[in-house]
């Protein structure tokens, strides 16, 4: 059973910087990608990041030029480096793997608060 750690998250001041990681406690066959979604109070769950398996960067339109998701090469650990955080970030983040049949792993969910 794959299960996925998540760490990193907080309170910070707007403008702040948080990273969060995810890592996986086992192997993925067949990853197809990795991110991480986020959730604020009264909102749907959205996607906030995404690498696929090839490397290959997504963001949302919102957190562009300001969060960086990376991976470790044995892709078993999933970065997101929040920089010039906003108080409309606030949310709890989610981390997910997803392979090849559609198989979802999630996190257990960080808080990541950021004040004004």
């Known amino acids: 059973q794959v299960q996925l750690v998540e760490s990193g998250g907080g309170y910070v001041q707007a403008g702040g910087s948080l990273r969060l990681s995810c890592a996986a406690s086992g192997s993925i066959f067949n990853l197809s990608a990795m991110g991480w979604h986020r959730q604020a109070p009264g909102k749907q769950r959205e996607l906030v990041a995404r690498?696929?398996?090839?490397?290959?960067?997504s963001y949302t339109d919102s957190v562009k030029g300001r969060f960086t998701i990376s991976r470790d090469n044995a892709k078993t650990t999933v970065y997101l480096q929040m920089n010039s955080l906003k108080p409309e970030d606030t949310a709890v983040y989610y981390c997910?793997?997803?392979?090849?049949?559609?198989?979802?792993?999630w996190g257990q969910g960080t808080q990541v608060t950021v004040s004004s």
């Open positions: 997910f793997f997803v392979d090849v049949v559609l198989r979802n792993y």
């Open positions: 690498i696929s398996r090839s490397g290959t960067t």
